[in-house]
């Protein structure tokens, strides 16, 4: 079975620079999450959405960050204007029963 | 909301040892606690959970158990192997998987 799949692997960008990650879950899995992980830490929820709907986004900062699942299946997750401090690995998990959650392999951003 | 916080920071223990990681949080409805293992490079990959109506699970090398008064769970590897060495995240969910909120992590190496 194939796991989760995300792109790119690794991204450098000047700050106020826009960026996008993708994200393609595993076959089947209606529940899509996207986390944050800075460095030394653990991941934190940004976002979930169940099929194509948003089921819980009170932690992503709406005023540069945008996600989207377009046909319940790939996201993608944007931000625009990157800040210093939206430097982090981003990753993508999926879930058949909103309980185990499948983890990609995430995307290092590096904001400069 | 929930907070979840994990030590050591860091554990470094010899082959064939024990190890021990440890986890409190502060939510009383908090009802899921998984423990997620993160190679280099990777995404978490969960290893072994538990829910609040159970005292204690075992999988071959690997045990957690949860203290619901005290509000604390731990994680126990027994014969630690140099495969072992990884970052291990604890998290805990008041919705069984949903909203998970993860400790900061704990280094763990196993010397050889």
């Known amino acids: 079975e194939a796991g989760v799949a995300q792109s790119p692997r690794y991204k450098i960008i000047e700050k106020r620079q826009s960026v996008a990650f993708w994200c393609n879950p595993i076959?089947?899995?209606?529940?899509l999450y996207w986390y944050q992980q800075i460095l030394g830490q653990g991941p934190k929820l940004l976002i979930q959405?169940?099929?194509?709907?948003?089921?819980?986004d009170s932690q992503l900062p709406k005023d540069r960050f945008s996600a989207e699942r377009l046909k319940g299946v790939d996201s993608t997750l944007k931000i625009q204007p990157a800040k210093l401090e939206d430097s982090a690995v981003y990753l993508c998990?999926?879930?058949?029963?909103?309980?185990?959650?499948?983890f990609g392999p995430g995307t290092r951003l590096t904001v400069l | 909301g929930e907070n979840v916080e994990q030590h050591p920071s860091t554990l470094s223990v010899q082959e064939g040892d024990s190890a021990v990681i440890k986890c409190t949080y502060s939510?009383?409805?908090?009802?899921?606690f998984p423990w997620y293992k993160q190679e280099l490079g990777k995404g978490p990959q969960l290893i072994i959970d538990?829910?609040?109506?159970?005292g204690e699970k075992k999988d071959q090398r690997i045990a957690v158990t949860l203290n619901k008064t005290a509000k604390h769970f731990s994680l126990h590897i027994t014969e630690t192997q140099p495969e072992d060495s990884a970052v291990y995240f604890c998290?805990?969910?008041?919705?069984?998987?949903?909203?998970?909120?993860f400790g900061a992590g704990t280094i763990l190496r196993v010397k050889s």
């Open positions: 998990a999926s879930s058949l029963d909103r309980v185990e959650q499948f």
């Open positions: 076959s089947g899995h209606a529940t």
């Open positions: 959405f169940q099929n194509n709907g948003v089921v819980d």
């Open positions: 939510d009383s409805a908090s009802n899921y």
């Open positions: 538990i829910r609040s109506n159970v």
């Open positions: 998290a805990a969910s008041t919705e069984y998987g949903n909203k998970l909120v």
